[in-house]
């Protein structure tokens, strides 16, 4: 891919915590002026589960009157299509989660289908980001409905590295510590046991105090945060660059909007939705968005 000088060399830098200094549909504007067709189509695709998760109002960190980034339910349909996903699964009632117990809705096969064929919907680098976060969220709805002693077996996504271990394992860390570095201030950050002596000394494991949902929120877009910047903004000037951006962007933008009560009425939201998520058989299992 291009390399884009000026367009990077433009961009105002970014804080998570800070006012986004410019928009994201302004940002999003100029990379549909500045990257080539193909670049820009690989742009919006970062944002299909994203506005997937808009079109039934229903997500991971699900925020009231939320408006798509790129996709409305008629161009995911149109997206959607040749991967056997037809447009009447994209209506509202189909498209609910399942409540906790009952059949796969058509949502959880149109999230199968996505992450089983990613090879064929995004390049290999961006299929990184995809799996990247999708073991972010499987063992951060592992962590949460394990805190309030909810069982979370049936509530994992189960495509990625993450996904058996998280399943199978009684570990405190799920045995992922040493694939997912994040991972054991991540289960310190939700009030569990800290796990920075387990192996040298299993004997001075001492507990954690609680955060606040917001905090365990925030904890987890900075992990999203250090993943693009050493991953994707390494490239200096890179369209992968341009895309770390737009990403972080959003994540700004989101905070933007967010105050602390609504982060403890979205904590709680979370757990509840996670609850009856979803569930594939064990045959299901893949890595690396293949069979």
């Known amino acids: 891919m291009r390399q884009h000088y000026y367009l990077v060399s433009s961009l105002y830098e970014l804080f998570l915590d800070a ?9 999003l504007d100029q ?14 695709k970062l944002f299909l589960l994203k506005d997937l998760g808009v079109a039934v109002q229903e997500f991971a960190f699900p925020v009231a009157n939320r408006q798509p980034v790129v996709w409305s339910r008629e161009l995911l349909a149109d997206f959607l299509a040749p991967f056997d996903v037809p447009s009447s699964s994209l209506t509202p009632g189909e ?21 089983n064929r990613l090879d064929e919907i995004v390049s290999p680098k961006t299929a990184e980001w995809f799996l990247f976060d999708l073991d972010l969220r499987n063992v951060t709805t592992a962590l949460a409905l394990r805190k309030t002693k909810q069982p979370f077996h049936e509530s994992i996504i189960k495509v990625g590295t993450a996904a058996m271990a998280v399943v199978q394992s009684a570990a405190v ?4 510590s040493l694939d997912l570095p994040y ?16 192996e040298r000394d299993k004997q001075t494991i001492s507990g954690a105090v609680a955060a606040e949902p917001s905090a365990i929120e925030k904890h987890i877009d900075q992990i999203r945060w250090d993943w693009l910047t050493q991953n994707w903004e390494s490239e200096t000037f890179g369209t992968y660059a341009v895309y770390a951006y737009a990403l972080k962007l959003a994540m700004v933008e989101r905070w ?4 602390p009560e609504e982060g403890g009425r979205l904590f709680e939201k979370l757990v509840n939705q996670i609850k009856g998520s979803i569930v594939f058989s064990d045959e299901l299992f893949v890595g690396k968005g293949k069979r």
Do not use: W
């Open 19 to 27: 006012k986004a200094p410019v928009t994201l549909k302004g940002f």
């Open 95 to 115: 498209l609910e989660f399942r409540e906790l117990g009952g059949r796969p809705s058509r949502l959880d096969e149109i999230l199968l289908t996505i992450y």
């Open 256 to 259: 933007n909007g967010l105050n």
């Open 173 to 176: 860390d799920f045995g992922l």
């Open 183 to 198: 991972l054991p201030k991540l289960v310190e950050v939700y009030g569990e046991k800290q796990l920075h002596s387990m």
């Open 31 to 44: 990379c549909d002026d500045m990257l080539l067709p193909e670049e820009f189509d690989e742009l919006k």
